[in-house]
């Protein structure tokens, strides 16, 4: 078993720390306070994060939140900013705000570096703090199993910069096209391919179709968009494959209907930023891939092997203690608690995530008071997802259907989810907005046009004459 930060005094703690700093000349220190009550470092401000420091406001710890952005993203939203339906500050909010009255709140921007378990320090790139108690709350990131050239070319959708880069690119392609050389240098541009046919691939590819069919031929009356064509590529036998079959039958039918083009057992295994190319041998010109394919764990350095399995998740028992470890805890995606129910871990949405946050705030609570911990059991309330206007697919417990009523509830689920009122009315507004109007106004290219791609599209001109 490693070792308990309870059994090591603050002193021996903070001498160790100060070692560290003599050893360091240039280290930085996060200018933190002794308070005397025990410290629950959090790294991460997901979901779970964000669950775990909201339950702990009434306990006598000091709580401290490291993460690498200074808000909360609202990731489930990424993909309507990514197509030009919502503004990227109704889904993100400010962490020092959201407990700016939370007196035993603590924020530092900043990411970690290692955990060294010995002598209970964490490091991180604005200085080394000692807990008593540390909950990684990582999340996830993009996973390319391994396929360097889709890594370096394709567009992924984990943080707002995500989504803001892939909106740029979706409206630089249809400027880019009234330039080209060529049919197939502008069907290039305004053809895309999607891999990955769970909720994401499914929701970006709708709202795509929508653009095509509703938005793009009043910007573009130039251009004719029946040459935009929307491709899914889905390595299993059917979409939404976590969900039902017939959810998954009538997400398949909703977007055939919008016009997108599904490829079911099928793959992409190479893209060089202009040539996608199937596992079945087909290739396909398009300058914009965008990957919805998997995630993966990042484990912080410190961790033994042992105890990384699966998705490079965490292994945790049934009190999400990693495992050997008494105070340290994996909730969220980075978390896997492996059982005869879950062989797998949990699901890697924010559900289970924030319901392993609220049972742990209550277990270090009785931890901090002697009592025994309650182990997490997750109660799964269904699943949803949404295919455009007027269409969505929602999974109950005892209950499911799709059409107009599932994507009004689809609505209101992520309504109430949202963080922060301002957030809640400005995304209802957008979206009645967009509804009544059939119109999207965030249609912004945000920072430089990029001189690369000209340059591209002047020597694809002079590669045809000559």
Not at 144 to 163: E, R, V
Not at 286 to 307: H, M, Q, S, Y
Request: glycine share 8%.
């Amino acid at each position: 078993m490693y070792k308990d930060s309870n059994t090591k005094s603050h002193k021996n703690c903070y001498l160790c720390i100060h070692i560290f700093k003599y050893k360091m000349p240039n280290f930085l220190d996060t200018h933190i306070p002794d308070t005397g009550k025990p410290r629950v470092i959090i790294i991460g401000g997901g979901f779970a994060g964000l669950e775990l420091v909201k339950s702990l406001r009434s306990a006598d710890v000091q709580v401290v939140l490291f993460d690498k952005h200074n808000h909360h993203t609202f990731q489930p939203l990424l993909y309507q900013v990514a197509t030009s339906g919502l503004e990227t500050t109704s889904i993100v909010y400010p962490f020092r705000k959201k407990f700016g009255k939370q007196r035993n709140f603590y924020f530092r921007l900043g990411e970690v570096i290692r955990i060294d378990a010995t002598e209970n320090i964490l490091e991180t790139t604005v200085g080394a703090l000692h807990f008593d108690y540390l909950v990684v709350a990582t999340g996830t990131v993009t996973n390319f199993y391994g396929m360097q050239d889709i890594a370096k070319y394709a567009f992924s959708l984990k943080t707002i910069q995500d989504a803001v880069a892939l909106r740029n690119r979706i409206i630089k392609n249809f400027e880019l096209a009234l330039l080209a050389p060529d049919d197939t240098t502008r069907n290039a541009y305004m053809d895309y391919i999607i891999v990955g046919g769970g909720p994401t691939g499914v929701e970006i590819a709708g709202a795509l179709a929508e653009l095509k069919n509703r938005i793009f031929p009043k910007d573009y009356p130039e251009l004719n968009l029946t040459e935009m064509d929307i491709h899914v590529v889905e390595n299993g036998d059917r979409l939404l494959g976590v969900m039902s079959e017939p959810a998954s039958i009538k997400s398949k039918a909703f977007l055939e209907k919008m016009g997108v083009t599904i490829h079911l057992k099928n793959k992409i295994i190479a893209y060089d930023g202009n040539i996608a190319t199937f596992q079945d041998g087909t290739k396909m010109h398009t300058k914009t891939l965008i990957w919805a394919a998997g995630v993966t764990g990042k484990p912080i350095d410190g961790f033994p092997k042992e105890v990384i399995v699966r998705g490079n998740r965490l292994k945790v028992n049934q009190f999400n203690q990693v495992e050997g470890f008494e105070n340290v805890f994996a909730i969220g995606d980075i978390g896997a608690m492996i059982t005869e129910e879950t062989p797998n871990g949990h699901p890697q949405v924010a559900p289970p995530a924030m319901q392993q946050a609220h049972t742990l705030a209550q277990n270090l609570k009785n931890k901090l008071k002697g009592k025994p911990m309650k182990a997490f059991h997750y109660a799964d309330k269904g699943s949803m997802a949404t295919v455009g206007r007027n269409r969505a697919v929602v999974d109950l417990k005892n209950f499911k259907f799709q059409g107009f009523f599932a994507w009004f509830v689809w609505m209101f689920i992520h309504l109430i989810m949202i963080v922060g009122f301002r957030n809640r009315f400005l995304v209802l507004f957008s979206w009645m907005w967009s509804y009544f109007s059939y119109d999207r106004s965030n249609r912004l290219i945000i920072g430089n046009l990029g001189q690369e791609d000209y340059l591209q599209l002047d020597k694809e001109a002079k590669e045809k004459i000559t």
